[in-house]
């Protein structure tokens, strides 16, 4: 927090050592304990113990500081959104699995997957389909059933 101000308190530095974030560091001066460097459970327990209008503005400025974060981490590939959910019409496994990491201790494998999917194809109003077979300079073709013998 050295030098940074935060918008809504006075002393972004006394907010933090009122929630027992900052504490003193036995070579001098203050520091955040190691085990509350990456804790943002406890850091947003302790939010909750500042008056109303402080916990706002704290957690205002580490609510830019994540989206900064993420933005930074999505902008050079390194984000991991985590578990999610294929939504398709159908998965298939495209390749045989492929082990590509086994830990040295547990000896836990990572294993990938090459899938492939079919996804939905998205519906669009005849006049987009129309606007993009202008741009495109296309044409629609219209099929007939032809009566052959009483048989449609």
Known sequence: MEGHSVAGLANPRQALRDIGLLVASPEGGEKIR?????NVPRFLN???A????HQNALFDYFSELFDQ?????KANGTFDAGVTDIKALAVRVAKAPMIIHTDEITG???T???LEV???SNAVSFEEAEQTRKR????????????LSGVN
Do not use: C, M, S, W
Not at 50 to 53: H, K, N, R
Not at 69 to 73: G, S
């Open 69 to 73: 974060t993420v933005r930074h981490a």
């Open 46 to 48: 302790r939010v909750l």
């Open 108 to 110: 836990a494998q990572t």
């Open 118 to 120: 079919d996804l939905p």
């Open 34 to 38: 190691q085990e509350d460097e990456f």
């Open 50 to 53: 500042l008056d109303v209008d």
């Open 136 to 147: 495109k300079n296309g044409a629609f073709f219209v099929h007939r059933k032809i009566a």
């Open 112 to 114: 990938h997957y090459t």
